[in-house]
């Protein structure tokens, strides 16, 4: 599975920025696909994740303001984020979680990551 990611760039504070990840699979089933972040010193965090049922997960600091989507007709996730702040900089990881046809065993795999910049 590869993961390729878009979208990333600098922003001033309060303004929006639209993440993308496209999955490229073979015989693999996506069960999860979801963003985490990593900021300078910290370790990386989930930001929003959101299964095959649609159902989503979101950080407690992005609540309300990220919202993340996806199309599984061409196996991509969005992350779109509204009202970023500072702290929101960070380089951004997708992620996506299944498994192969057949098989039980759950494997994840990362895309390559996108810097996110937010000047106050």
């Known amino acids: 599975v590869q993961l390729q990611a878009s979208g990333g760039g600098l922003v001033q504070s309060g303004g929006s920025l639209r993440l993308s990840c496209a999955a490229s699979?073979?015989?693999?089933?996506?069960?999860?696909m979801g963003w985490y972040r990593q900021a300078p010193g910290k370790e990386r965090e989930l930001v929003a994740l959101?299964?095959?049922?649609?159902?989503?997960n979101y950080a407690d600091s992005v609540m309300g303001r990220f919202f993340i989507s996806r199309d599984n007709a061409k196996d991509t996730v969005y992350l779109q984020m509204n009202s970023l702040k500072p702290e929101d900089t960070a380089v951004y990881y997708c992620?996506?979680?299944?498994?192969?046809?057949?098989?039980?065993?759950?494997?994840?795999?990362w895309g390559q990551g996108t810097q996110v910049t937010v000047s106050s």
């Open positions: 992620n996506v979680e299944g498994t192969y046809y057949g098989r039980s065993y759950v494997r994840a795999y």
């Open positions: 699979r073979n015989r693999f089933k996506i069960n999860a």
């Open positions: 959101i299964t095959n049922g649609d159902s989503t």
